[in-house]
């Protein structure tokens, strides 16, 4: 045993610098391996932010789909008025009274007919404020005041959209002239693909 404390005592220079070597390579392993966890934490990082920068951008594709086909569908369930002159059963123009006809595949709802003028008086009667697809509506009007300023028809589709249908009456060739449709209101832009895409990526 002797011996033993002798040994340590002779040696114990080399042992510090032993223990000190020790305690250096633990310092720079603990070291090496925080850096190795600041690492794998930044790449976790990098990756939450790719997952939501991904989500982010299917989220606004799956926006743009929902809009366009929204878009789409309020196109193809329009109605498509055409005015014409009215006509009696024996297949004679009627002067001064025009057929209001939906040749599209949606119901014209909340249909209204008014002057352009600033008189009172303004709406033209309908027999009904309902166009279904096929069919008709009629309406007297007067010649004077449907030549210039001219008439608008109002109506909706089944999807909200809010159209008007400016147009002059010619009553001596009994038809429509300077006609012209207006969205007055919409829920659906029409959407620009290929801007909203690149902004999603």
């Known amino acids: 045993m002797q011996e033993f404390w002798n040994w340590l005592h002779d040696n114990s220079i080399q ?23 600041a690492c794998v934490a930044k790449r976790q990082a990098r990756a939450a932010d790719a997952q939501a920068e991904a989500a982010e951008t299917q989220a606004r594709a799956a926006e743009v789909q929902i809009s366009t086909s929204l878009f789409i569908a309020d196109r193809q ?3 498509n008025i055409s005015i014409t002159a009215a006509v009696s059963r024996d297949g004679i123009l009627i002067k001064d009274k025009i057929a209001i006809l939906n040749n599209g595949f949606g119901t014209a709802s909340e249909v209204k007919l008014i002057y352009r003028d600033s008189k009172a008086n303004s709406d033209v ?12 509506l009629s309406a007297s009007i007067d010649g004077s005041r449907a030549g210039s300023p001219g008439l608008t028809l109002s109506y909706s589709t089944a999807f909200g959209t809010k159209y008007a249908l400016e147009f002059d009456w ?32």
């Open 77 to 79: 369930a329009s109605p």
């Open 15 to 37: 042992l510090q610098t032993f223990g000190g070597l020790t305690q250096a390579l633990g310092s720079a392993a603990a070291f090496a391996v925080a850096i190795v966890l």
């Open 125 to 136: 009667p309908l027999s009904s404020s309902t166009l279904v697809v096929r069919d008709s």
């Open 170 to 201: 010619e009553s001596t060739s009994f038809r429509s002239v300077n006609e012209k449709l207006i969205i007055v209101e919409s829920r659906f832009a029409a959407p620009n693909l290929s801007e909203r895409i690149a902004d999603a990526k």
